[in-house]
């Protein structure tokens, strides 16, 4: 099982038997608070663009757990929309995998097609569907903040967390996607474990639990 709930359970039984593994719980600690600071970037990215984000319109561009399947079962995008909603943000997604997705109650505006992005203040790229590599991110003028570190190629010599090249300033990344919500293209837990995940799992340190292979 590739999925978040696996080390919940290591985690518990290794408690049972009274040899907890503070690692596994670390790790656990550090995906469960990516949500809320990936919610505090967005702020910092439109404080810096002079945006409000209280009445701001955001769109997440893939809701899904992992790339390339509809299943949005523990997926951070959740939390995500959850805390934007609080902010008062209009929240609307963009997902060819899923046809709807409500939150605590409610219902979460999906855009059909991947267009009218002048009508939002910034997209959060969350799941790198491989059908989103056909689009041209570095033509997007509404701001962009990539969170799975997966689209920095678009922007040439960019390091994918701000922009010094004068070009495709409206595109941020997440720490180069070190630090990646989705654990699709990047070592989620590189500066913690070492471990480099290319299983598509949730991060690359639960791999070793879950009975995914890392290499």
Do not use: W
């Not at 702020?43 to 893939?62: F, Q």
Request: net charge neutral.
């Amino acid at each position: 099982h590739c999925i978040p709930i696996d080390p919940k359970y290591l985690s518990f039984k290794t408690r049972q038997i009274g040899h907890p593994v503070r690692f596994v719980e670390l790790a656990q600690e550090i995906n469960n608070s990516m949500p809320h600071y990936v919610v505090s970037r967005i702020t910092e990215i439109m404080n810096k663009n002079s945006k409000l984000m209280k009445s701001s319109k955001i769109l997440l561009l893939g809701v899904a757990y992992k790339k390339d399947i509809g299943d949005t079962r523990e997926s951070p995008a959740l939390d995500i929309i959850e805390e934007l909603l609080t902010k008062e943000v209009s929240v609307s997604f963009y997902d060819p995998f899923v046809d709807s997705l409500n939150v605590n109650g409610n219902n979460i505006k999906k855009e059909d097609e991947f267009n009218n992005l002048q009508n939002y203040d910034l997209i959060l790229i969350h799941t790198p569907h491989t059908k989103f590599n056909n689009i041209e991110f570095d033509k997007i003028k509404t701001l962009i903040f990539d969170t799975t570190g997966s689209f920095n190629n678009f922007m040439g010599q960019r390091s994918g967390f701000d922009n010094t090249t004068g070009s495709a300033n409206n595109f941020f990344g997440l720490y180069a996607g070190r630090f990646n919500i989705t654990g699709q293209h990047s070592n989620f837990f590189g500066a913690y474990s070492g471990f480099n995940n290319t299983t598509g799992c949730y991060n690359n340190f639960f791999g070793l639990f879950s009975g995914c292979s890392n290499t």
